[in-house]
């Protein structure tokens, strides 16, 4: 991005019109807009949705050293004995129990402990082998993936790590590390996403020692079970009344509750509860990130957290494959295996692509918190949230449909009839979920359309907002035409990836060139519809969710190729394997393109608005 974008805002206040906006409304947008990060956002993502990716920054494709994965080999063959002895996913599922022998055989590996310091008990991975971990956990039981993800994700270790103090570490990682479960509370019944309506409160207690903490937490992942909780609260003062902090809250402390365990229609064995505070004294030391920085704390740790779910996603759809290949092998129609069936055959290929893709974004985003624990990932971890979690529903539902009715069958019934055991069913309803975890896919594009617009809003929000002094507007308004008089005739040039496509394989090179000019008329479009739509572009939020889906494809797409080209550096790989591979990464390229154009399609039809006004009819 050009220099006139990198210049510091002089001012903490959000870019976006607040002034028709409700009291509710402009409340819920200054408390999200107050925990961004306020740090520019200069990765490949947020490069590609202005039209000028970098792709430095993705080739060459991060290495993981040897040692670094000599470790992670280590830890997943203790982990993958311990799930082959002592972990049996169908009668986890049908008892709704994770067994007590399971959990202790998990502490004793460390799995509780992954990426905390070896200094405080635990394994001190890394990032990469953390979500090496996560795709075998993915690959055999959603319940246990949700578990330990929760628990080391956005339970106690992960904020811990990020905003604790010294003493707050020292007391509290190691009983994390030796298997103490941890949980993160945030939704109520009344707040989803919308944090300015949490009605959990925090207020200082006379001495000044303690916050007094009332309110309930819904749908408490791991908190039925929690020996530790993170809570958010409200610490409201005259200044600020929506200010939130996060509290380590102790479970055995006095006052903490467990009103109800949930069940759902997956995930069987989730430890999730709604967790109730009545007058809980929390020390003062526990105050976690600073007073008035719960939002903060929280959307952080999501955003490094999230990748943990992709990672998941990634182990399921690897083994939704497994499935489908034996299954497209064994099973004749017509006289021939039904993998050579067309239809057959389609489905398998696109789930071969999604599935390396998925891989390729997981291991992407872990390499760039390898390589800086405070990375600013939010952009591409989102991005492997929303992509991951929706492709790997659309791996799961061909599965289904693959096996047709031995897919809709239980295991256990399938075992008793003779037949192999094959669990899609469970897989089935365990991964529904996905979608909805760590932010919905709708929360997730706006989120990413947000921060997509930030250059933009930067650049002209301030000139067509109608609070600020003329002169503010019309200098904002000078500054932007300024920019954009060089910027935009600079996005139609016909200009490809540039030196650093020849890092890539030959047949792949074209396929980095498709991605740079793709960028440039997701920028130029994108433009256009901020000038089109001006303040009411951010209530568009059907034509946003398509040029996030562009700009998605788009990131995919690079950590796709730059993958598939550190397999072929790194391995004595057979030229008829790297023949396969090109053609599968090149496949994965059509379907990129497929799906983009489907995006612009929806643009072009304009439906958003006319489906707003019958949805309000019905």
Same mark, same amino acid.
């Given at each position: 991005?050009?220099?006139?974008?990198?210049?510091?805002?002089?001012?903490?206040?959000?870019?976006?019109?607040?002034?028709?906006?409700?009291?509710?409304?402009?409340?819920?947008?200054?408390?999200?807009?107050?925990?961004?990060?306020?740090?520019?956002?200069?990765?490949?993502?947020?490069?590609?949705?202005?039209?000028?990716?970098?792709?430095?920054?993705?080739?060459?494709?991060?290495?993981?050293?040897?040692?670094?994965?000599?470790?992670?080999?280590?830890?997943?063959?203790?982990?993958?004995?311990?799930?082959?002895?002592?972990?049996?996913?169908?009668?986890?599922?049908?008892?709704?129990?994770?067994?007590?022998?399971?959990?202790?055989?998990?502490?004793?590996?460390?799995?509780?402990?992954?990426?905390?310091?070896?200094?405080?008990?635990? =394994?001190? !991975?890394?990032? *990469?082998?953390?979500? &090496? #971990?996560?795709? $075998?956990?993915?690959?055999?039981? @959603?319940?246990?993936? %949700?578990?330990?993800?929760?628990?080391?994700?956005?339970?106690?270790?992960?904020? =811990?790590? !990020?905003?604790? *103090?010294?003493?707050? &570490? #020292?007391?509290? $990682?190691?009983?994390?590390?030796? @298997?103490?479960?941890? %949980?993160?509370?945030?939704?109520?019944?009344?707040?989803?996403?919308?944090?300015?309506?949490?009605?959990?409160?925090?207020?200082?207690?006379?001495?000044?020692?303690?916050?007094?903490?009332?309110?309930?937490?819904?749908?408490?992942?791991?908190?039925?079970?929690?020996?530790?909780?993170?809570?958010?609260?409200?610490?409201?003062?005259?200044?600020?009344?929506?200010?939130?902090?996060?509290?380590?809250?102790?479970?055995?402390?006095?006052?903490?509750?467990?009103?109800?365990?949930?069940?759902?229609?997956?995930?069987?064995?989730?430890?999730?509860?709604?967790?109730?505070?009545?007058?809980?004294?929390?020390?003062?030391?526990?105050?976690?990130?600073?007073?008035?920085?719960?939002?903060?704390?929280?959307?952080?740790?999501?955003?490094?957290?999230?990748?943990?779910?992709?990672?998941?996603?990634?182990?399921?759809?690897?083994?939704?494959?497994?499935?489908?290949?034996?299954?497209?092998?064994?099973?004749?129609?017509?006289?021939?295996?039904?993998?050579?069936?067309?239809?057959?055959?389609?489905?398998?290929?696109?789930?071969?692509?999604?599935?390396?893709?998925?891989?390729?974004?997981?291991?992407?985003?872990?390499?760039?918190?390898?390589?800086?624990?405070?990375?600013?990932?939010?952009?591409?971890?989102?991005?492997?949230?929303?992509?991951?979690?929706?492709?790997?529903?659309?791996?799961?539902?061909?599965?289904?449909?693959?096996?047709?009715?031995?897919?809709?069958?239980?295991?256990?019934?399938?075992?008793?009839?003779?037949?192999?055991?094959?669990?899609?069913?469970?897989?089935?309803?365990?991964?529904?979920?996905?979608?909805?975890?760590?932010?919905?896919?709708?929360?997730?594009?706006?989120?990413?359309?947000?921060?997509?617009?930030?250059?933009?809003?930067?650049?002209?929000?301030?000139?067509?907002?109608?609070?600020?002094?003329?002169?503010?507007?019309?200098?904002?308004?000078?500054?932007?035409?300024?920019?954009?008089?060089?910027?935009?005739?600079?996005?139609?040039?016909?200009?490809?990836?540039?030196?650093?496509?020849?890092?890539?394989?030959?047949?792949?090179?074209?396929?980095?060139?498709?991605?740079?000019?793709?960028?440039?008329?997701?920028?130029?479009?994108?433009?256009?519809?901020?000038?089109?739509?001006?303040?009411?572009?951010?209530?568009?939020?059907?034509?946003?969710?398509?040029?996030?889906?562009?700009?998605?494809?788009?990131?995919?797409?690079?950590?796709?190729?730059?993958?598939?080209?550190?397999?072929?550096?790194?391995?004595?790989?057979?030229?008829?394997?790297?023949?396969?591979?090109?053609?599968?990464?090149?496949?994965?390229?059509?379907?990129?393109?497929?799906?983009?154009?489907?995006?612009?399609?929806?643009?072009?039809?304009?439906?958003?608005?006319?489906?707003?006004?019958?949805?309000?009819?019905?």
């Amino acid at each position: 991005m050009k220099t006139t974008l990198e210049e510091p805002k002089s001012e903490a206040r959000t870019h976006i019109d607040t002034s028709r906006m409700n009291a509710g409304q402009r409340a819920a947008l200054e408390m999200a807009e107050a925990a961004r990060d306020e740090r520019r956002n200069n990765g490949i993502a947020a490069g590609i949705f202005f039209g000028e990716p970098d792709f430095n920054k993705l080739l060459p494709f991060p290495k993981q050293s040897v040692e670094d994965h000599d470790q992670g080999d280590a830890f997943l063959h203790r982990l993958e004995e311990v799930l082959d002895k002592h972990a049996n996913p169908d009668e986890i599922d049908a008892t709704g129990e994770i067994p007590e022998v399971l959990l202790s055989e998990l502490a004793r590996i460390g799995a509780f402990g992954i990426k905390i310091p070896l200094r405080y008990g635990g =394994l001190g !991975l890394s990032q *990469t082998n953390y979500s &090496r #971990a996560a795709m $075998l956990l993915g690959s055999r039981c @959603g319940n246990l993936a %949700a578990l330990l993800s929760a628990h080391q994700s956005i339970g106690a270790p992960q904020p =811990l790590i !990020l905003f604790g *103090t010294e003493e707050q &570490r #020292a007391k509290y $990682l190691p009983r994390c590390a030796k @298997g103490e479960i941890s %949980a993160f509370a945030l939704t109520e019944n009344e707040v989803g996403s919308d944090p300015a309506r949490m009605k959990t409160e925090a207020r200082l207690d006379e001495s000044g020692e303690n916050y007094i903490l009332n309110g309930e937490k819904l749908w408490c992942t791991n908190g039925t079970k929690a020996g530790l909780i993170v809570v958010m609260a409200k610490t409201p003062t005259a200044e600020k009344p929506h200010a939130t902090t996060a509290f380590i809250v102790e479970t055995s402390w006095p006052g903490v509750e467990v009103l109800h365990r949930c069940r759902f229609m997956g995930l069987k064995a989730l430890y999730n509860g709604v967790i109730h505070f009545d007058n809980v004294q929390v020390p003062v030391a526990n105050v976690l990130g600073g007073v008035g920085r719960g939002l903060k704390v929280a959307l952080t740790t999501l955003n490094t957290g999230r990748i943990t779910l992709p990672a998941a996603c990634t182990g399921l759809s690897q083994r939704c494959l497994d499935i489908s290949k034996r299954w497209a092998r064994s099973r004749e129609q017509w006289g021939q295996p039904i993998g050579r069936h067309a239809a057959v055959a389609d489905k398998l290929s696109r789930m071969a692509a999604d599935t390396f893709a998925m891989e390729s974004i997981v291991r992407y985003v872990s390499a760039l918190v390898d390589r800086d624990k405070h990375a600013d990932v939010r952009l591409e971890a989102a991005i492997g949230k929303l992509w991951g979690s929706e492709k790997s529903w659309r791996i799961m539902d061909d599965t289904m449909q693959m096996r047709g009715g031995r897919g809709f069958e239980t295991a256990a019934s399938l075992k008793a009839r003779g037949e192999v055991p094959e669990p899609v069913e469970r897989l089935f309803r365990d991964s529904r979920i996905n979608t909805i975890f760590e932010g919905s896919s709708e929360i997730m594009r706006l989120f990413i359309a947000r921060e997509a617009l930030e250059p933009h809003l930067n650049l002209g929000a301030d000139a067509v907002n109608p609070t600020l002094p003329w002169k503010v507007r019309a200098k904002a308004a000078l500054r932007a035409a300024r920019f954009y008089a060089g910027w935009y005739p600079r996005k139609w040039l016909p200009l490809g990836a540039g030196d650093v496509k020849e890092l890539l394989h030959p047949a792949l090179q074209f396929e980095l060139d498709a991605i740079a000019r793709q960028s440039r008329v997701l920028a130029r479009r994108l433009f256009l519809a901020m000038a089109l739509n001006g303040p009411k572009l951010e209530r568009r939020q059907v034509l946003l969710g398509h040029f996030v889906d562009v700009g998605a494809e788009l990131f995919v797409w690079g950590c796709t190729l730059a993958h598939a080209q550190s397999r072929v550096n790194d391995s004595s790989m057979p030229d008829v394997e790297i023949d396969r591979l090109v053609r599968l990464v090149r496949f994965f390229g059509r379907m990129a393109r497929e799906r983009i154009a489907s995006s612009y399609r929806h643009l072009k039809e304009n439906l958003d608005q006319e489906s707003w006004q019958v949805a309000q009819e019905v």
